[in-house]
C-alpha cells in the first residue's frame, strides 16, 4: 500500500484543503479525501516551526490565532485540543496533534518530506537528535524564558546561570553534530527549521538578558539560520508574522499583523 500527498487546487473562498488520494495497490482502490490543516499560531511561537514545515512541504492550512493577551491557550476550547495548553497544536483530518516534534515528525512522515524516511539507516540518529532537541533543549528554554514558574526571584540568578550553561552544552552538541540532520544529505529537514527558530528566540527572549547568546559561536547552527531564512517558506512567514529580513541569524522583534508573541 502506498500513499501520495498533494496540496490541493485553490478553490472558491475555501482555499485551504489537502487533497488526500490514496492508491491501495493490490485493489488498484482510490480513495478522495478533503483534508484541513488548521494550525493553532501565536506570532513567534512554536507554531513558527509547523508553519515553516507545512509551507516547505507544500500542505494547504489555514493558520487560526491563538490570543496570547487572554491566555487563550487555557481556554477550555483550546484545552480540548491540546490539554497541555501550549501552542502550537495542529488539527488534522485524524484529530488535534500537539507536542512540536511530534507534528514535524507526523508531518515529515505524512508528505514524505524534511526527514529521513522509515528505511533509511539515517532516520535512527536523526530521531535521536529531534528528541533531545525537543525534551532537553526546547525544555530548558522553556527554564530560561519563563524562570519565575520554577524558582523565587531570590534564586534567579544562581537558577539562569546554570540554565545557560547547559543550553551552551546543547547548543555546542548540536553545533558538532548538525551534519547529521542538516542539509547535507536530506535537503532542510524538519531540524533545520526547529533549530533555526530555537536560536532566533535566544536573541529575543530569554528574561535575564541575550548577551549570554552568541550565534557566531555556533558556526554550523549560523549556517542552518542562514539557510533556512533564504527558503521562499521563510519568506512568507515573514510577511504572515511580521519578522524581520533575517529572522534566524540575526533576529528583531516581530511586529505581527495580528496577535502578540507573549
Ligand atoms: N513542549 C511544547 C512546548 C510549547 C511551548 O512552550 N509553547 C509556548 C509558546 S512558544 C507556549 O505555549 N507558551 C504559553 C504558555 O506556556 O502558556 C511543544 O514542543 O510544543
Request: aromatic letters at 12%; charged letters at 15%.
Given at each position: 500500500?502506498?500513499q501520495?500527498?498533494?496540496p490541493?487546487?485553490?478553490?472558491g473562498l475555501f482555499?485551504?484543503?489537502?487533497?488526500?488520494?490514496r492508491?491501495?495497490?493490490?485493489?488498484?482502490?482510490v480513495?478522495?479525501?478533503?483534508m484541513?490543516?488548521?494550525?493553532?499560531y501565536?506570532p513567534?511561537?512554536?507554531?513558527?516551526?509547523v508553519r515553516?514545515?507545512?509551507?516547505?512541504l507544500?500542505?494547504?492550512?489555514h493558520?487560526?490565532?491563538v490570543?496570547?493577551?487572554?491566555?487563550?491557550?487555557?481556554?477550555q476550547?483550546?484545552?480540548?485540543l491540546?490539554?497541555?495548553?501550549?501552542?502550537?497544536?495542529?488539527?488534522?483530518p485524524?484529530?488535534?496533534i500537539?507536542?512540536?516534534?511530534?507534528?514535524?515528525l507526523?508531518l515529515?512522515?505524512?508528505?514524505?518530506g524534511?526527514?529521513?524516511?522509515?528505511?533509511?539507516?539515517?532516520?535512527?540518529?536523526?530521531m535521536?537528535?529531534?528528541?533531545?532537541v525537543?525534551?532537553?533543549?526546547?525544555?530548558?528554554?522553556v527554564?530560561?524564558?519563563?524562570?519565575?514558574?520554577?524558582v523565587d526571584?531570590?534564586?534567579?540568578?544562581?537558577?539562569?546561570t546554570r540554565?545557560?550553561?547547559?543550553?551552551?552544552?546543547a547548543?555546542?552538541?548540536?553545533?558538532h553534530?548538525?551534519?547529521e540532520?542538516?542539509?547535507a544529505?536530506?535537503?532542510?529537514?524538519?531540524?533545520?527549521?526547529?533549530?533555526?527558530?530555537?536560536?532566533?528566540?535566544?536573541?529575543?527572549?530569554?528574561?535575564?538578558g541575550?548577551?549570554?547568546?552568541?550565534?557566531?559561536?555556533y558556526?554550523?547552527?549560523?549556517?542552518?539560520?542562514?539557510?533556512?531564512?533564504?527558503r521562499?517558506?521563510?519568506?512568507?512567514a515573514?510577511?504572515a508574522?511580521?519578522l524581520?529580513?533575517?529572522p534566524?541569524s540575526?533576529?528583531?522583534?516581530?511586529a505581527?499583523?495580528?496577535?502578540?508573541?507573549?
Amino acid at each position: 500500500m502506498w500513499q501520495i500527498y498533494r496540496p490541493a487546487q485553490q478553490h472558491g473562498l475555501f482555499p485551504i484543503r489537502n487533497v488526500v488520494i490514496r492508491a491501495v495497490s493490490d485493489s488498484f482502490a482510490v480513495y478522495i479525501t478533503l483534508m484541513t490543516y488548521v494550525l493553532h499560531y501565536a506570532p513567534d511561537n512554536a507554531s513558527l516551526i509547523v508553519r515553516l514545515a507545512l509551507d516547505e512541504l507544500g500542505a494547504s492550512y489555514h493558520a487560526k490565532l491563538v490570543d496570547r493577551s487572554i491566555s487563550a491557550q487555557k481556554s477550555q476550547t483550546y484545552l480540548a485540543l491540546n490539554p497541555a495548553g501550549r501552542i502550537p497544536v495542529l488539527e488534522t483530518p485524524i484529530g488535534p496533534i500537539f507536542e512540536t516534534a511530534a507534528i514535524l515528525l507526523w508531518l515529515a512522515d505524512q508528505h514524505g518530506g524534511l526527514a529521513p524516511r522509515m528505511t533509511d539507516p539515517k532516520r535512527a540518529i536523526f530521531m535521536s537528535w529531534l528528541f533531545y532537541v525537543s525534551n532537553t533543549l526546547h525544555a530548558d528554554l522553556v527554564s530560561l524564558f519563563y524562570p519565575d514558574r520554577f524558582v523565587d526571584a531570590s534564586a534567579l540568578d544562581d537558577y539562569n546561570t546554570r540554565t545557560r550553561a547547559r543550553l551552551d552544552h546543547a547548543f555546542r552538541l548540536l553545533d558538532h553534530h548538525a551534519a547529521e540532520w542538516s542539509a547535507a544529505d536530506h535537503g532542510v529537514t524538519i531540524l533545520d527549521l526547529y533549530m533555526a527558530v530555537i536560536v532566533r528566540w535566544c536573541q529575543l527572549y530569554p528574561v535575564s538578558g541575550q548577551a549570554w547568546f552568541d550565534l557566531n559561536a555556533y558556526p554550523a547552527l549560523l549556517h542552518v539560520a542562514k539557510t533556512v531564512e533564504t527558503r521562499p517558506s521563510a519568506q512568507r512567514a515573514i510577511v504572515a508574522e511580521g519578522l524581520n529580513t533575517t529572522p534566524f541569524s540575526a533576529a528583531d522583534y516581530a511586529a505581527p499583523p495580528e496577535g502578540s508573541a507573549v
